[in-house]
């Protein structure tokens, strides 16, 4: 609906937000109906900080697509965006740029100490259901994105297919953290599913090291960082590595800057 809609020449607004917050009311309704572990669904109090990160991102992700699109030189893209593809083509392309560029962070996230530390606010979470996906730091939402938007910037894509692209990015990170009981079987091979996820979630540091995908799970089979299928994860989620993240917004948006440890 959201590639159909923006390829016919909807605008941006309120087509993309629409979907975004509908599909999100679906999600966290079909985790009420079905969840894969009935816990995740109480509210132990972190919800509030969640919501508060989805917000932050959303306006972090929203400003970087409007820079972006305000600041295009002449030159940028000239003879190298195909533009002559249909609009699902070109979506599906900038998808792939911004999908590896976010899955190159994220798998330098978990060695670098800096990076870790931005990034280790995600891990935090004692739940996987669907605001969790949201549950990342704002500089590391900036970090992630630069690397896929600014090939894209340099190519000349369209900002219709790139915000497509990021929108697409986020509706999935609402399936891949969702609360689902839902298996996609082989089709896991190709998407990051919340099966696959699960087992990136679990609760000491070295046990997650692989699974970085966002959407493409083939980044980890081609740069062999998927983890061993092994079926079902277990509930029990967290990071035991950072037992002195704080459970409050601003206590996370801080923590990164007020501690030096590494992991
Ligand atoms: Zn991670």
Redesign the pocket.
């Known amino acids: 609906m959201l590639v159909v809609g923006r390829g016919a020449g909807a605008s941006y607004w309120p087509l993309t937000p629409v979907i975004l917050v509908l599909a999100a009311a679906m999600v966290a309704m079909l985790e009420r109906l079905q969840p894969y572990a009935a816990a995740w669904n109480l509210d132990a109090g972190d919800l509030r900080t969640d919501i508060l990160h989805l917000i932050g991102n959303v306006v972090v992700s929203q400003l970087s697509i409007v820079a972006f699109a305000s600041v295009r030189p002449a030159w940028a893209g000239v003879g190298i965006w195909p533009d002559a593809w249909p609009f699902w083509a070109e979506a599906l392309l900038a998808l792939a740029v911004v999908d590896l560029g976010l899955y190159a962070i ?1 798998r330098a ?2 060695g670098l100490g800096w990076l870790w530390r931005l ?1 280790a606010i ?2 935090s979470s004692r739940r996987v259901y669907w605001a969790n996906g949201q549950r990342r730091h704002l500089v590391h939402e900036l970090v992630e994105g630069t690397p896929g938007l600014l090939v894209l910037f340099v190519v000349g894509a369209p900002s219709a297919a790139y915000g497509t692209a990021i929108a697409i990015v986020t509706l999935h990170l609402l399936l891949q953290h969702a609360n689902i009981d839902y298996r996609l079987g082989p089709f896991r091979r190709l998407f990051s599913v919340a099966e696959l996820h699960r087992w ?1 979630h679990q609760r000491r540091w070295q046990d ?1 090291q692989g699974n ?1 995908a966002a959407v493409f799970s083939i980044w980890d089979q081609l740069f062999g960082t998927a983890l061993p299928w092994r079926g079902d994860a277990p509930p029990d989620v967290g990071m035991d590595d950072e037992p002195d993240l704080p459970t409050t917004y601003v206590g996370q948006v801080a923590w990164p800057f007020t501690r030096r440890s590494a992991p």
């Open positions: 994220h996230s978990h990034h995600h891990h990136h997650v970085y």
